[in-house]
T-cell receptor, first 114, second 114 residues
Framework: AQSVTQPDIHITVSEGASLELRCNYSYGATPYLFWYVQSPGQGLQLLLKYFSGDTLVQGIKGFEAEFKRSQSSFNLRKPSVHWSDAAEYFCAVGAGSSASKIIFGSGTRLSIRP | KAGVTQTPRYLIKTRGQQVTLSCSPISGHRSVSWYQQTPGQGLQFLFEYFSETQRNKGNFPGRFSGRQFSNSRSEMNVSTLELGDSALYLC?????????????FGPGTRLLVL
């Protein structure tokens, strides 16, 4: 069965420091992978997505993610975080018929230290 | 253009009642997906509708149902409410297949079952 694991429940980084959020997936075929961000009281916003091609994907707000098939990973990175990046981040995989069913990880809450 | 709108934003019901939530997708979007978000279970896929047809369904009991109208607006219904149905219900729309097109999420309807 398809699944997504985000091993870090909560991460705190200093403003200006680099960030890496981990994501591992389990899926039999070529996965469709996503990263979403959810700020308090708001809905989800898509940061980036991977379907095929270049394994390094650029997203909005300066985020990028790298697909590594051998490690079944799709880690999210940002070279320098801003206080406004504090939020909950979800990794997800597209599954089901036409991959319309999106399976989410449990999320990683990111706090920023001033 | 207007984003995904969900009504109502907040709702309080008692056990045994039923509830109907509404989602209006972005103009031109034909796919609507529903998700349940709880602290314990995280984000879980409920179902997806496309052109008035249910295309995918998650692992929820039959008390959870939905439909889509010809104008792409969607409703989900939960009958015989249980305490565990208390959650944030998110709706997302996309132009076509959810994995190919970016899904845009609404702010959610927060349901509290007493």
């Amino acid at each position: 069965a398809q699944s997504v694991t985000q091993p870090d429940i909560h991460i705190t980084v200093s403003e200006g420091a680099s960030l890496e959020l981990r994501c591992n997936y389990s899926y039999g075929a070529t996965p469709y992978l996503f990263w979403y961000v959810q700020s308090p009281g708001q809905g989800l916003q898509l940061l980036l997505k991977y379907f095929s091609g270049d394994t390094l994907v650029q997203g909005i707000k300066g985020f990028e993610a790298e697909f590594k098939r051998s490690q079944s990973s799709f880690n999210l990175r940002k070279p320098s975080v801003h206080w406004s990046d504090a939020a909950e981040y979800f990794c997800a995989v597209g599954a089901g018929s036409s991959a319309s069913k999106i399976i989410f990880g449990s999320g990683t809450r990111l706090s920023i230290r001033p | 253009k207007a984003g995904v709108t969900q009504t109502p934003r907040y709702l309080i019901k008692t056990r045994g009642q039923q509830v109907t939530l509404s989602c209006s997708p972005i103009s031109g979007h034909r796919s609507v997906s529903w998700y349940q978000q709880t602290p314990g279970q995280g984000l879980q896929f409920l179902f997806e509708y496309f052109s008035e047809t249910q295309r995918n369904k998650g692992n929820f009991p039959g008390r959870f149902s939905g439909r889509q109208f010809s104008n792409s607006r969607s409703e989900m219904n939960v009958s015989t409410l249980e305490l565990g149905d208390s959650a944030l219900y998110l709706c997302a729309s996309s132009k076509d297949r959810a994995y190919q097109e970016t899904q845009y999420f609404g702010p959610g309807t927060r349901l509290l079952v007493l």
